[in-house]
C-alpha cells in the first residue's frame, strides 16, 4: 500500500465511526451500538489506538448498563494514552483535545457509580487537560461541562437530585 493509501485509511474509518455517530445522535442507539461493535470486532484490540480511543469513547454512550459505560470509557483512555506514546500520533492536537472529554466522561460514569473520589480524581484530570484546549466551540463546551459537573457535586460527591450528570462529547 502507498503511504497515500494508508493516509486515506485512517480518514475512512473516521468517517464511518462519524457516520454511526450521526446514527446514534438521530436516536437510534440500538443500531449504533451494533454498529460500533462490527468497527470494534473491525480493527480489532490491536489496531490503531486513535481509533480505538475515538470508536471507545463513543460506544460507552450506547452502553445500558454503567458498568459497561465505564469499562468502554477505560478502553478509549488507555488507547488515548498509547496513541499518545506512538511517534504516530505523539503529541498530535487530536490525542491531546481527547483527554479533558475522556477523564470527564470517567468522572461522570464514577459519579452514577457511586464512586466520588474517582469522579473527583478525574474531574481534577479533566480540569487541568482542559488547558490545553483552544478557546473555540469545542473547548469552551469541555470546560462548561466541567463546570456543571463540578456544581452538581455535592458535599459526599453525589449530585443532588439526580443519578448524574450528561456525557460531554
Not at 21 to 31: K, N, T, Y
Not at 57 to 83: F, G, I, K, M, V
Not at 106 to 131: C, E, F, K, S
Amino acid at each position: 500500500m502507498t503511504e497515500r493509501q494508508e493516509q486515506a485509511a485512517p480518514d475512512a474509518l473516521l468517517t464511518r465511526i462519524g457516520q454511526v455517530v450521526m446514527l446514534h445522535h438521530a436516536g437510534d442507539r440500538e443500531e449504533a451500538r451494533h454498529r460500533f461493535l462490527g468497527l470494534w470486532a473491525e480493527i480489532g484490540q490491536d489496531g490503531d489506538p486513535l481509533h480505538r480511543c475515538t470508536l471507545a469513547h463513543y460506544l460507552a454512550d450506547t452502553q445500558d448498563d454503567p458498568e459497561d459505560e465505564l469499562a468502554w470509557d477505560l478502553r478509549a483512555l488507555t488507547a488515548a494514552e498509547e496513541a499518545a506514546g506512538t511517534s504516530a500520533h505523539d503529541g498530535t492536537p487530536a490525542v491531546r483535545a481527547l483527554y479533558p472529554s475522556l477523564h470527564l466522561n470517567l468522572a461522570a460514569d464514577y459519579v452514577r457509580l457511586g464512586r466520588p473520589d474517582a469522579a473527583r480524581a478525574h474531574l481534577d484530570r479533566a480540569r487541568g487537560a482542559a488547558r490545553t484546549l483552544a478557546d473555540d466551540r469545542y473547548g469552551q463546551g469541555v470546560r462548561a461541562a466541567i463546570r456543571r459537573l463540578e456544581a452538581r457535586l455535592g458535599e459526599d460527591g453525589m449530585p443532588p437530585g439526580g443519578p448524574g450528570p450528561p456525557r460531554q462529547r
